[in-house]
């Protein structure tokens, strides 16, 4: 069984996050506007980084879950 060192696990989980907000900046310059709201790069980037950090403490809470019934 391959086992990831923690050094690349901890690199994966950054391009993990960096990636992730990238895209929900993106989504949200392309999706809000089309139900009407008018949204600025920074507007997106600040929605990104809130849905960005409740993504980063649901996948905590998730994974200490498994790790107590694990």
């Known amino acids: 069984m391959y086992k990831q060192s923690r050094r ?11 990636i992730g907000y990238m895209v929900a900046v993106f989504a949200n310059l392309t999706v809000l506007p089309a139900f009407g709201y008018n949204v600025t790069l920074s507007d997106g980037a600040a929605i990104g980084l809130a849905f960005t950090i409740i993504s980063l403490i649901r996948s905590y809470v998730i994974r200490r879950v498994f790790n107590y019934y694990d």
Do not use: F, L
């Not at 690349?8 to 960096?18: D, K």
């Open 8 to 18: 690349r696990s901890a690199v994966e989980s950054i391009m993990n996050v960096i």
